[in-house]
């Protein structure tokens, strides 16, 4: 069981549905962005051969829980790399990495990293996804093809902390 993508988008009111399919593999290069158990900042800038950046484009906080909507692009370039829906429950985020977060000039992988928050990555589901027109205009593709993304838990100090949801650009 994981992070339910329905409540994340519900986050995002302004934000498309997703005609999603459950899938228990991607092919490549997808696969070793998506199915394994580690930061996206790190696989990204290991496949990329670049550091990443983070751009906020919405966020807000109900209470505890924090949410943003997120691209990820390479540094220097407007190349988008990873869309991303993120839902923090911040009292089980250590102070020092709470308040850099909530800055929102860093990715979430490096903040936790850098802060040396105990963390561990699990990825809960594959998916896959007709592109919508909002998907089309945010990775600047051509035309309809298919997107593939996972839900995803971050916990620390061995509290499920952090939902993801994650689409790498194709």
């Given amino acids: 069981m994981g992070p339910d993508l329905d409540s994340l988008l519900a986050c995002f009111p302004d934000e498309p ?4 399919e459950l899938i228990s593999s991607v092919p490549e290069p997808y696969s070793s962005l998506l ?28 209470g505890d829980v924090y949410h943003r909507r997120i691209e990820l692009l390479l540094r ?5 790399v990873l869309f991303g829906l993120v839902r923090i429950h911040l009292s089980l985020v250590p102070d020092e990495a709470r308040r850099e977060i909530l800055e ?12 040396n928050v105990m963390r561990r990555v699990e990825h809960t589901a594959l998916l896959r996804f007709p592109a919508r027109p909002v998907d089309l205009e945010r990775f600047a593709l051509a035309g309809p093809q298919m997107l593939y993304g ?11 902390a952090i939902e993801l949801l994650e689409v790498v650009r194709p």
Avoid: F, W
């Fill in 17 to 20: 549905s997703m005609d999603v």
């Fill in 35 to 62: 199915a394994h158990n580690h930061h996206m900042t790190v696989a990204l800038e290991c496949h990329h051969g670049s550091p990443v950046e983070v751009t906020v484009l919405k966020s807000g906080v109900d």
């Fill in 76 to 80: 220097g370039t407007r190349t988008v």
């Fill in 104 to 115: 929102e000039c860093k990715p979430l992988g490096r903040v936790l990293i850098e802060r």
């Fill in 150 to 160: 996972r839900l995803a838990y971050l916990y620390c100090n061995d509290q499920p």
